[in-house]
């Protein structure tokens, strides 16, 4: 079967220290280059809550308010995990709703990450074990709404995140 999603020829997937497995560069990466493009189906978080996640755990990508892309059979799992593991620190970005890129050179060997901030929004509260410098400690699914981040990954937001952040600003908040 072909893999649902795309992941760079420059990459591997391995044992990580941040939790399970992650996603690593097997060679360089240069600065907006392409590293992963998720693929699967499209599902309301309703479906997503009740029919994905307790069978096949956390899969997804979150595409816009209601919607998320994840595989939906055991048989499509493998092929549809990017296995980027979230980073305070991150080197990937969005680009889009489903396109992850380098956001800036990255060297054979590193771990690829991107920050929840980014994709996400949602009603969660994580335990970060990221281990850079700047952790935050505590990973929430509302972080997107901090100024420090969204100054931090300006052009990096995936879209429907980005037009939420422009739309509070033209607002005044
Ligand atoms: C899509 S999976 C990433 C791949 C995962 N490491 C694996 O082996 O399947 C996302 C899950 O990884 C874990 N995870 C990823 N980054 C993390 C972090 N910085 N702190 C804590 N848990 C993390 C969480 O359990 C999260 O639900
Ligand atoms: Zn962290």
């Not at 997107?144 to 422009?166: N, V």
């Amino acid at each position: 079967m072909l893999p649902l999603s795309y992941r760079s020829p420059k990459t591997q997937v391995r044992a990580s220290n941040i939790h399970g497995r992650g996603l690593f560069a097997t060679a360089d990466i240069g600065k907006d280059e392409i590293v992963a493009a998720k693929g699967g189906h499209i599902v309301d978080r309703k479906t997503l809550r009740e029919q994905i996640s307790p069978r096949l755990g956390p899969v997804e990508i979150q595409i816009d308010e209601d919607l998320f892309i994840a595989p939906v059979t055991e048989e499509e799992r493998e092929g549809s995990m990017l296995y980027s593991n979230h980073s305070c620190n991150p080197n990937l970005g969005m680009r889009g709703e489903i396109t992850f890129v380098a956001m800036r050179h990255i060297r054979a060997g590193e771990e690829l990450t991107h920050d929840w901030a980014t994709t996400d929004n949602n009603d969660y509260s994580v335990e970060c074990t990221c281990g850079a410098p700047n952790c935050r400690k505590i990973v929430t699914g509302k972080d997107w709404q901090r100024a420090d981040l969204q100054t931090r990954y300006a052009s990096y937001f995936s879209a429907y995140l980005a037009d939420k952040i422009a739309r509070q600003s033209m607002l005044g908040r």
